[in-house]
């Protein structure tokens, strides 16, 4: 059976609660004593003083346990605040010509981008993603390379999940999430979406490996293969 955790701010506050209590009885007995005494009695300035004291004390870790209390929450709410804006700016890039990626921000956070991870284990997460996860994250890994990213519709894109722009060329990009190494037929579809958009240069992206029918028809065409070791050197790091 699990255990509650115990909140060791509630625990302080208790104990100086008590403390302030206890303190508080002592002085009101120390003055009951000296009453009936009528006059000070060593027993009833003990109390009195001693009580007093903890009272004090008891009250002051309260203040303290409270006001730093309060500061953690003050903290917690503008961290939240700051990762639901980013949350927000993130969404935006996820947009063209009003078609929305329907990803969750726990979808294309599903790798850690610059968190130290293995790149197996990068490899390893990429492996169980969808094919519209793969493409967000890509679009993340352009971005810190400093490009500007558009994402083309989910549906009827004619083959380019995004355009990329960077010193001023613009490249269509096709993301191709795979298990086994591509050959020309795999990636002869990129040739619809370079005349739709019309540019020139094509850049094509997969998880695994291109075999050599497929590069010599990517160099036929102008285009740029990014396999599996060059996605690992060049854009995770």
């Not at 380019?160 to 999430?177: F, H, P, Y």
Request: proline share 1%.
């Amino acid at each position: 059976m699990a255990k509650n955790k115990s909140n060791p701010a509630i625990a302080i506050l208790i104990i100086g609660f008590i403390m302030f209590l206890v303190g508080a009885v002592l002085v009101a007995v120390s003055l009951v004593l000296n009453s009936d005494a009528q006059q000070d009695s060593l027993a009833g300035d003990i109390m009195l003083y001693g009580g007093g004291a903890l009272a004090a004390l008891g009250l002051v870790m309260a203040i303290i346990t409270i006001c730093v209390a309060n500061k953690g929450n003050s903290k917690k709410s503008k961290s939240n605040k700051q990762a639901t804006t980013q949350n927000v700016n993130a969404e935006e890039v996820l947009t063209y010509d009003n078609v929305e990626y329907f990803a969750t921000p726990a979808e294309y956070e599903f790798v850690n981008v610059g968190k130290h991870q293995s790149t197996e284990d990068k490899f390893d997460q990429i492996g169980k993603m969808g094919k519209t996860q793969f493409v967000i994250y890509m679009a993340r890994l352009f971005s810190l390379r400093g490009y500007e990213v558009q994402l083309t519709p989910v549906i009827d894109n004619h083959g380019v999940d995004m355009l990329v722009k960077k010193d001023g060329a613009t490249r269509a990009v096709s993301c191709v999430l795979a298990n086994k190494v591509l050959c020309a037929e795999d990636i002869k579809y990129a040739n619809e979406g370079k005349s739709f958009y019309q540019i020139s240069g094509a850049i094509i992206i997969t998880n695994m490996y291109f075999d050599r029918t497929s590069l010599e028809y990517a160099r036929s065409h102008n285009w740029t293969l990014v396999d599996r070791n060059i996605l690992a050197e060049q854009y995770m790091r």
